[in-house]
């Protein structure tokens, strides 16, 4: 595997944020908050190092089946077969799309995507370890037409790129014909809402004529309120990735029927074992009465996490580009830095006690680290500008991460 897409459209996507940002600025729009951006941000980086994983496993498994099942023996690249590679993909995803809202583990896959509660290209980021996996469960029926791993693997990439573009509510509806055929931020806004009238609609990531043939479609019409219900109420990735798949743990855990342990995965979200109370009836979160989960985080926190932040990119891109000049070992460290660094972040945006220690260990480990994959000397450079942002960074820790000054007052919802 000689190129990995994500490391060539991670640029791109965050020049997009940054336009984003800029224009929250100029027109004075409060579309983006700093602790769930921080959230959505870190969660992305993390999902990133799967994403290395899910490459491997797709070239590898999907290579086979190219290898010896394919129809099409020359199937190449050009503008005809990219459209067609492209649409199938868009249908094909549509209805993993759709059973990820049915599915109670396809749900526990992508429920961390839907778990943010504003829409801005942050949200686009914020997708769980799983859901890639999940996908790419799916994809494999293109190499028996012929389509190569690598060309799969890529137009993917460029598929997720397009969905990323639906999630910011600066571009209004557009134009008729546009708005009929292709799905657009207008459909994918109502997606991501919780309003009773949106759930389960605009599963579309490219064309929205799915969602027309298959009667998912529903307009832009009422204000969108973004989140989920039962939420994780966190900030964390580790709860935010894996939530879901707690709760069906503890219900799997919980019943006595062990067809029902093993049923309950692959059953709709309304589903419930034999033995188990049934769900209490939504109350429908509105406009009016969502109460959005914005714990106090420590003081000074946001330009210490800015800093951070850039850093954990540029670490990001070294573990994930395949020109980096890391090696396979150095990857997965870098990978262990990198999901140390965005749990801390979550501790620092609830004020953790647990955050100092954590973090003191977290910035000597990677300060090591760091300098141990680049082989120079400790008097260089690198080294010492390196040893400088650590210093700094932990007498920064010292004073103002230290104590849990405060405990958290976490926001409860309305049926709280």
Known sequence: MDKNIYALLTPLALGFILIEMSLCLLYRKHFISFQEAVANFGTALGNQTMNVLVAVGVYESYGWLWSNFRLIE?????????????????????????????????WAAHSPHHSAE???FFVALRASVTQRLFSFLFFWPLTLIGFKPVDIYMLTGIHLFISFLHHTEFIPKLWTWIEYL????????????????????????????????????????????????NPPLSFNPITINFHYYRILWNDAKATSSWIDKIRIWFMPLSWRPRDLP??????????????RYRPEMFDHARPYLVVHIVLSVILMMFIIDPNSPWTITERWLGS????????????????????????????????????????????????IAYLIICSSSLAWTRRYFRFEKRRVQLTQYAHD
């Open 182 to 229: 292709f799905t657009t931020p207008s459909h994918h806004r109502v997606h991501h809402g919780i309003n009773f009238s949106y759930l389960d609609k605009n599963f579309g990531e490219f064309l929205i004529i799915w969602d027309r043939l298959f009667g998912t479609y529903a307009e832009e019409e009422e204000k969108v309120v973004y989140g989920m219900y």
């Open 336 to 383: 262990f830095l990198l999901w140390h660094a965005i749990i801390n972040w979550s501790g620092i945006l609830e004020s953790k006690g647990w955050l100092y220690k954590s973090e003191v260990v977290r910035l000597i480990l990677s300060c090591l680290l760091i300098i141990y994959f680049y082989d120079q000397p400790i008097d260089h450079p690198l080294s």
């Open 278 to 291: 049934l769900k209490e009836a939504l109350a429908e979160v509105t406009v009016t009465n969502q109460k």
């Open 74 to 106: 020359n199937l190449e690249m050009n503008i005809g077969t990219f459209i067609i590679l492209l649409f199938a993909i868009d249908f094909i995803f549509y209805w993993v799309h759709r059973w990820g809202h049915s599915i109670n583990i396809m």
């Open 118 to 120: 504003e829409m801005n």
